[in-house]
Each structure stands twice: as structure tokens, then as C-alpha cells.
């Protein structure tokens, strides 16, 4: 089992990056997806996550309206287009995926598989 992201980089405000993260070994649409993101000094931050069933999403609040994910089944990946980016959002962003209660769902503690995570640096 593994998750693999890409799409990492560095990006003025204002920008936009799409962060791509390939599952093999299982199929995305049976978790949930989520990416989690650690800033430098900081602790796991749950972003937003999909559910398998029923493709709902979930954000947390900085990042509402900002930020899209998604799933494609057919190619057992899910993605993070992250639009209007500030230096807030300076991070690496780690793709994981579980099958958490629902009161869990935003705890990063919750999700059992892992990517190696991506450098996303947003800087002017």
C-alpha cells in the first residue's frame, strides 16, 4: 500500500497549485481521502477530506472557497487544487486516507495510510 503526491512548489501569493496524490495497493474510493498539511514548527493540520460513498468534502475554514478536492477512481488518485494561495499556506502537504468515524473524520490521528508528503512554499 502506498501514496505517492507530487505537484509541490513554489508559488508568489495570489497563486495556484494542484497537488496530485496516486494510491496503489488499494482503492481510493473505499476510504476517505484526505490531505493534511505540517507547517515548519507546528503540528499535523487536517485540511480537507472526501468521502469514499458518497464524494462529499470537507474543509476546514481558512480554506473554504480557496481550495477543491477530488477523486478520480478510474485512475485510483486524488487531487488538491489550491487557488488564491498565501503564505499561511506554507506547509507540507501529506495525502493520507482512512475510514474514520464520522466525529473523527478532521483528525489527522485518524488516518492510517500515508504519502511522504510535498513542499508547498508560498513566498513573494
Known amino acids: 500500500i502506498q501514496l505517492v503526491e507530487s505537484g509541490g512548489g513554489s508559488v508568489q501569493p495570489g497563486g495556484s497549485l494542484n497537488l496530485s496524490c496516486a494510491a496503489s495497493?488499494?482503492?481510493?474510493?473505499?476510504?476517505?481521502m484526505a490531505w493534511v498539511r505540517q507547517g515548519l514548527g507546528k503540528g499535523l493540520e487536517w485540511v480537507s477530506g472526501?468521502?469514499?460513498?458518497?464524494?462529499?468534502?470537507n474543509y476546514i475554514d481558512s480554506v473554504k472557497g480557496r481550495f477543491t478536492l477530488s477523486r478520480d477512481n478510474a485512475k485510483n488518485m486524488a487531487y488538491l487544487q489550491m487557488d488564491s494561495l498565501e503564505p499561511s499556506d506554507t506547509a507540507v502537504y501529506y495525502c493520507?486516507?482512512?475510514?474514520?468515524?464520522?466525529?473523527?473524520?478532521?483528525?489527522?490521528?485518524?488516518?492510517?495510510?500515508w504519502g511522504q508528503g510535498t513542499q508547498v512554499t508560498i513566498s513573494s
Open positions: 495497493g488499494f482503492t481510493v474510493s473505499s476510504y476517505i
Open positions: 472526501i468521502n469514499g460513498g458518497t464524494d462529499s468534502t
Open positions: 493520507a486516507a482512512g475510514r474514520p468515524i464520522v466525529s473523527s473524520i478532521r483528525m489527522s490521528t485518524s488516518y492510517y495510510y
